[in-house]
């Protein structure tokens, strides 16, 4: 575990009792189940997520009843793998733990990628393991692995609880360990949110039938402390040198904030929820290689994640630019020149003029000069994507009104680019709307192109794997929708952009069984038939193209209507601008998949 504290005593993460359970069955792992989900729900955590299996009964039918009491939303998956990234797009979203609940032996293995996941973007999750007691461990009893320390470093507290016997004081343990767990995961006491792991043991018999709660039971979210618990400082950063802004992965709004004003040129990624501003520079790769702009960068001070260029890293590691990190949250900062500044915040300097020629001729430089890459890029990939005449439309001459009709007919009819693709789902998605964004070649697409909006994006750039997509996209979906109907809001729709290897690697996130509800979410699939995004790799030009193809592009020609059939989602393809159009203005109620085939 390193330096994170250990769980051997629940006091040494500054917990206390909320009481026990307000029902007894004489079933200790019912009781102790319970009397531990109550105590999680009792601190404002409302989503449990459950996989199938008999050592961890007791907890799946605790958590059946706080459901039914309207104390919890219950998801039930049978792919540990899918249930986890469920539950971490459920906490993305809400910023509240969600509750993963498993059986023991592999069951507990398959959450480890959205385990790293969590870790690794500062996730709250809470980890539910059933587990063997001690006399049965160590000695081949079936299903029975180390379960004690399985997710090492990448959970942030952890405890391996001993089977409960029905003690008089039990119910007040858990209770405790339930309260610990919260403060744990949302970083109460360190300001470092991440998963914990309860791995619980549990005897036979495992357990009876849960009697009604009397009630809905409703409690708190601990807050976060404040990035004094991590020792840093929150820094003033004045004018003089030439300064540009980075947002990374979840930066937040914080970032567009403190460059407008401090009148610094924003770098902001499209999952950064920062891509919105005056201030935005879209254009950033390509300026940042240019000597003019990039070489004359003196300073960078960084908020979030970034990952999606080369260009950042590059510039942040430069020997004559001074580099701030701002990192409020979290153990470990970013910090790729290993010589970063690290601080809790920053606050522009009151001495800084925007209006000054000398502050609004270095934003300016860099956002007009975005422009215009940005428009000529526009004209060189899709020359038939220049707007109609808009006069020829009003003129009483016939050609010009043929000639008008000619290109709006071929603008509807353009085939689909990634570029087009990218715009378009963009276009569509409003404040209301979620946009998520998997790891594959289109968020890069995305972040190359797309203009300034404030809308809310999610991408799991953590680890940024292109496992469980499918299923934080739904987890995101269900917290958002749920959400904005509590509140008497309109809702939205979630949509999903990602590639067709993506798709396939969370196939099995597409099912939802009986009884589960299926939100508003859309699935956009770029199908090139493989990995297209090795091809941007230096080795593709070296490789030779059936060994290139065969490891890495790994083509596929997966029937993806008969896919979609299957597990119950709708399913259409789109081939040109105006029914790509067509199908994102107006997203069919439910689940459904867009398949637009692109060239590789």
């Known amino acids: 575990m390193g330096d994170r504290p250990h769980a051997g005593d629940v006091t040494s993460v500054g917990t206390s009792p909320v009481g026990t359970s307000p029902v007894g069955t004489g079933n200790p792992a019912t009781d102790f189940s319970l009397a531990l989900l109550s105590a999680l729900v009792r601190h404002s955590v409302r989503d449990l997520v459950v996989s199938p299996g008999s050592r961890s009964q007791a907890l799946a039918l605790a958590a059946a009843e706080l459901e039914r009491s309207g104390s919890a939303r219950l998801h039930v998956r049978i792919d540990e793998r899918s249930g986890g990234f469920l539950a971490l797009g459920l906490a993305r979203e809400t910023g509240a733990p969600a509750v993963v609940i498993t059986t023991s032996g592999t069951a507990t293995a398959n959450l480890h990628p959205a385990v790293l996941e969590a870790h690794e973007a500062g996730i709250p999750l809470i980890i539910v393991t059933g587990d063997r007691p001690e006399e049965l461990r160590g000695i081949r009893s079936n299903q029975t692995t180390q379960q004690d320390g399985l997710y090492a470093a990448a959970v942030h507290w ?331 809001a309109p809702s939205g729709v979630t949509r999903v952009l990602l590639g067709d290897l993506a798709l396939l690697h969370d196939v099995g996130s597409l099912l939802m069984g009986s009884g589960e509800t299926r939100p508003h979410l859309q699935v956009v699939v770029g199908n090139d038939g493989g990995g297209t995004i090795f091809d941007g790799l230096e080795v593709a030009a070296t490789a030779t193209s059936d060994a290139f193809d065969r490891v890495l592009y790994t083509p596929q020609s997966v029937d993806l209507s008969a896919l979609a059939s299957a597990y119950g989602w709708q399913h259409s393809v789109v081939r040109t601008k105006g029914e790509l159009d067509q199908a994102l203005s107006a997203p069919p109620a439910g689940t459904s998949i867009v398949e637009v085939p692109l060239r590789r």
Do not use: C
Request: a negative charge; glycine letters at 10%.
């Open 158 to 488: 952890s405890e391996d609880v001993d089977a409960p016997t029905g003690a008089r004081d039990e119910g007040d343990r858990a209770s405790a360990l339930g309260a610990a767990a919260v403060r744990a995961a949302v970083g109460a006491d360190t300001a470092d949110p991440g998963p914990v792991h309860l791995n619980v043991a549990f005897r036979e018999p495992l357990s009876v039938a849960v009697p009604p709660l009397p009630g809905p039971l409703q409690g708190t979210l601990p807050a976060m402390a404040g990035p004094e618990a991590l020792g840093r400082d929150v820094l003033t950063i004045g004018g003089g040198p030439r300064t540009v802004v980075v947002a990374g992965a979840d930066a937040g709004p914080v970032a567009e904030e403190f460059a407008r004003d401090g009148g610094f040129p924003l770098l902001a990624e499209v999952s950064s929820g920062a891509h919105f501003g005056p201030n935005l520079v879209v254009s950033y790769r390509e300026l940042l290689r240019d000597d003019t702009f990039g070489g004359a960068v003196e300073r960078a001070i960084v908020f979030g994640h970034p990952t999606l260029s080369r260009e950042v890293p590059l510039l942040l590691t430069r020997a004559d630019v001074e580099v701030v990190v701002v990192a409020p949250a979290g153990a470990q900062a970013y910090n790729p020149g290993h010589r970063a500044r690290i601080v809790g915040g920053v606050h522009a300097a009151d001495t800084i003029d925007v209006r000054s020629p000398e502050v609004r001729g270095w934003v300016g430089r860099w956002v007009f000069a975005s422009r215009r890459i940005a428009e000529q890029a526009e004209r060189e990939a899709d020359p038939a994507a220049v707007a109609p005449d808009v006069e020829k439309a009003r003129s009483f001459d016939p050609a010009d009104a043929l000639a008008f009709a000619s290109a709006e007919l071929a603008a509807i009819r353009a085939p689909i680019t990634r570029a087009l693709l990218a715009e378009a789902v963009w276009r569509y998605t409003w404040p209301h709307d979620r946009l998520v964004l998997g790891a594959s070649r289109l968020i890069r697409d995305v972040d190359r192109i797309v203009p300034g909006k404030k809308i809310t994006v999610h991408a799991n750039r953590g680890l940024a794997g292109i496992d469980g997509t499918i299923a934080t996209a739904t987890g995101i979906a269900l917290a958002s929708q749920a959400a904005a109907r509590a509140a008497g």
